[in-house]
């Protein structure tokens, strides 16, 4: 599997399957506010790639959970920069992974806008998940 491979979600299938998890919840882990949550659930918004492939990596997370507790989810961030250094990779590749464009990275590196918490969450999922990959 190359560290690019990525798989989406819609993030509202979480909470259907998942019946402890709540609205509340799903927007911490997802680093959005709860309306977000509540316009995805009926249907005024759709959520972004973003946001669909975190919600991805935290289906595995839940799925590798033993029931009936359930789990605490770690809602850490990291600057998505560091990947292009630390993995070798090139901006297209970090775009295309993290649902963002290449001109978005662009702005990041120049100093013009910061990512947003979704994405520093997404980025600190992919780094945990790609130094598995690659170490």
Known sequence: ?????????????????????????????????????????CGATKPSRTIQRLAWELLQILNKWPLPFPPKI???????LQLLKKF??????????????VRAIGHWINGHNKPSRKVRRLAYQLNQKWVVLTG
Do not use: C, Y
């Not at 770690?74 to 998505?80: G, K, Q």
């Open 74 to 80: 770690e809602t850490a961030e990291l600057d998505p």
């Open 1 to 41: 599997m190359s560290i690019a491979h990525f798989e989406e979600i819609n993030p509202v299938s979480l909470l259907l399957q998942f019946s402890w998890l709540s609205q509340t919840q799903l927007a911490k882990i997802l680093g959005v506010n709860p309306s977000a949550v509540s316009r995805w659930m």
């Open 88 to 101: 070798n990779i090139s901006r297209d590749t970090l775009a295309e992974a993290l649902g963002v464009s």
